[in-house]
């Protein structure tokens, strides 16, 4: 048989429905695709005519994993669109919510999504029968990255708190401060996580990656900055849709951005880190360099650590915002009758990566045309890429032990599939 | 595995975000008390451990807009003894049944180049048009004790304790000051059901509708008094359609807020 075909009919541990179709021939992976099968739910479409202020609370329900990002990239974009800045202590109210959905999003990647896939178990639940320990730390550190959410949000999930311009509600100094304990705690559950992910066992293989992310003069990048990547690229955000397209493919329900001319990229925590290391604090490099992280990390499988490590940074980043906060006079900014402009566009970092978003105003607010980017998207050409190449180091393997490695090279990279609409069924074709 | 004598618990996930699932994992202090009384037995995003049904319980998110998964929910109810909706989509159609009130075409070509790649019903549906459903627990997103308790009565055979009256109740009980009374802010708590804890008003923020039509709603009153606060017929429509738009009395007082769709 020299022809052989492996598919993934659900892919597991990963936010939303896909599946993967492999075809082989003679000995090498001809096609890979990875097909997204989540049914589409066109928010594009139905954005249009609604206010643009309800466009946060509206693009958020794209994801229940990563609703802030969704509204952090709307919001960001709106402002633009009606020419106002919020800044001072509302943008650190906005940073300080975003550390919470990147503890809590990273939290649940690493113990409950990721590592099971390196100690060899289904899922977190059989690995607390062993390992009781780091079940129950992933777990009270998601916790706390939630109860930032609830606190500042109003809840876990579709946070109600964020409005274009700022929050409805800012929390008083005693309500800010319940959250020091908690937080302080869970930098320490941190470093322990980057220590217990950096000892796991990791598969010797290097990829490379076009890191794209976002870099800010001073600051790790949550909310703004330029779009920066490892082959040079630097540019104002504004301009991402000139260097970045999306293209439709048959098998597939979600698109797939290209840099023009170019090809895959990569976004997401590896990004982030190797673009943005010198911006890290001094506590989370020296722990990085402690377990051996090397300055640009191209081991997919290594994320865990990279992930650990921007735990690590966002626990002390939200403990430095309270420490700092004083209640603002008004809980945001208000915004004009209409907008200045008929356009506006951000991207704020997902715990997944960049999220584009792109508004087209009518003069009276009102949507006229949505343009949403999510990260997954982003990344599955290359995610396709990494699987081509776990097939070609295993091809002579059985089709499910085959199966299963793809699986793993997919789960590396977080892929949230409700994002990008969904994923997971693995067909392997060998010719 | 040994046979187990303990209910078996699945996970299923229709048209969605995955928000309602995830609040299973967001049970922090009480997930694995729940992995130890219940076997999970098919839960794909937490597990790549699957189990064969039958299953005791399914609880089902998202909503039904595809012919693939018009058949898929039929076979998810041949192999459930209860099946719980879960979430605003498995229950109203969710912000997706936008599309109930458009024309599929429009939709398709506004996010795709190809819309022929896409398959798609022209509408989004509850669960509950579809098969029998035994318990339908509301919101956008649900509220994870409230996901507790109905997963706890069922394992013990009792009806869930889940009120069906308005957001009011739950302001009046938390003693937020009502925000339509001080402000003269639009609020839909009066017409919506209770679960959420009333969070909006707390934050000084009008109820948005998320869990749903309350059980006697007056939504005729309630657009009197939107639009007597300043709301346009067309914002009063946008109010009734966000995210349980499909739900009937929403959609009724969305439709009777008298505005054509496009204007």
Not at chain 1, 39 to 53: I, K, N, Q, V
Not at chain 1, 363 to 387: C, L
Not at chain 2, 143 to 163: D, M, T, Y
Not at chain 2, 225 to 254: C, E, M, W
């Amino acid at each position: 048989m020299n022809e052989r075909t492996i598919a993934v009919d659900y892919l597991a541990r990963v936010e939303g429905e896909g599946a993967l179709r492999v075809r082989i021939e003679h000995g090498t992976a001809k096609e890979v695709e990875l097909r997204i099968f989540e049914p589409p739910r066109f928010f594009e479409a139905l954005l249009r005519g609604r206010a643009a202020t309800e466009a946060p609370d509206i693009t958020a329900r794209i994801c229940g994993i990563c609703p802030v990002a969704y509204q952090m990239s709307a919001c960001h974009s709106i402002e633009q669109a009606y020419g106002i800045h919020v800044t001072g202590v509302l943008r650190d109210l906005r940073r300080l919510l975003y550390c919470g959905e990147w503890i809590e999003s990273h939290a649940l990647h690493i113990y409950l999504l990721h590592a099971p896939d390196f100690l060899g178990y289904p899922d977190a639940i059989r690995l607390a029968h062993d390992r009781p320990d780091a079940v129950q730390a992933g777990l009270a550190l998601k916790k706390v990255g939630n109860q930032i959410l609830t606190l500042l949000g109003g809840r876990e999930v579709h946070p109600i708190n964020v409005r274009v311009g700022g929050f409805y509600r800012a929390p008083s100094r005693d309500e800010l401060e319940t959250l020091r304990r908690p937080l302080e705690e869970a930098s320490s559950l941190a470093e322990r996580t980057v220590r217990f992910a950096a000892g796991l066992h990791f598969p010797p293989i290097e990829e490379e990656y076009e890191f794209v992310a976002l870099r800010h003069p001073e600051e790790y990048p949550l909310n703004e900055g330029e779009l920066v990547s490892s082959r040079g690229l630097r540019i104002p955000v504004t301009r991402f849709e000139e260097e970045f397209e999306e293209v439709q493919v048959p098998y597939s329900h979600a698109l797939q951005a290209h840099r023009r001319g170019g090809g895959a990229y990569l976004v997401g925590p590896l990004a982030r880190y190797a673009l943005n290391r010198d911006r890290l604090p001094p506590r989370a490099r020296k722990l990085a360099d402690e377990v051996g992280l090397e300055e640009v990390v191209r081991n997919p499988y290594r994320s865990i650590v990279v992930r650990a490590i921007e735990i690590v940074f966002a626990c002390e980043e939200a403990l430095r915002l309270i420490d700092r906060y004083s209640p603002p006079a008004a809980a945001r900014v208000p915004l004009p009758a209409t907008p200045s402009q008929t356009r506006g566009c951000a991207i704020t970092e997902a715990p997944r990566g960049i999220l584009y978003h792109r508004y087209d105003l009518e003069p009276d607010g009102r949507i006229r045309e949505a343009k949403i980017v999510p990260p997954t998207s982003q990344n599955q050409t290359r995610i396709e890429e990494d699987v081509r190449h776990v097939v070609a180091g295993a091809i002579d393997r059985p089709d499910a032990e085959l199966a299963d490695a793809c699986e793993k090279a997919i789960r590396n990279h977080d892929p949230c599939i409700s994002c990008a609409t969904h994923f997971l069924k693995l067909e392997v074709e060998r010719v | 595995m040994p046979a187990s004598p303990r209910p078996r618990l699945a996970v299923w996930k229709f048209a969605s975000c995955d928000g309602c699932q995830l609040s299973l994992l967001d049970c922090e202090d009480e997930l694995l008390a729940v992995a130890g009384e219940v076997e999970i037995s098919n839960f794909v995003e937490a597990s790549s451990a699957v189990a064969p049904g039958p299953y005791d319980l399914s609880l089902v998110e998202g909503s039904i807009t595809t012919e693939h998964d018009r058949h898929r929910i039929q076979d998810v109810r041949a192999q459930s003894r209860h099946l719980i909706t879960i979430g605003a989509c498995a229950t109203s159609g969710g912000i997706q049944a936008l599309k109930n009130f458009a024309h599929l075409e429009d939709f398709q070509r506004a996010v795709y180049a190809r819309p022929e790649y896409i398959e798609s019903l022209a509408t989004s549906t509850a669960i509950a048009d579809h098969i029998k459903v035994d318990f339908e627990l509301r919101g956008c997103p649900i509220n994870k004790h409230q996901l507790l308790e109905v997963i706890s009565a069922f394992l013990h055979g009792r009806r869930p304790n889940v009120p069906t009256d308005s957001v009011c109740i739950e302001c009046k009980r938390r003693g937020t000051v009502c925000v339509v009374v001080a402000q003269g802010t639009p609020c839909l708590g009066p017409v919506t059901q209770a679960g959420c804890g009333a969070i909006c008003p707390a934050y000084q923020r009008g109820c948005y509708g998320c869990f749903g039509p309350q059980d006697t709603p007056n939504t005729e009153a309630w657009t009197r008094k939107l639009r007597d606060l300043g709301l346009s017929p067309i914002d009063v429509q946008h109010v009734y359609r966000t995210f349980n738009a499909g739900a009937k009395p929403f959609r009724a007082a969305g439709d009777a807020a008298g505005v054509r769709e496009g204007t």
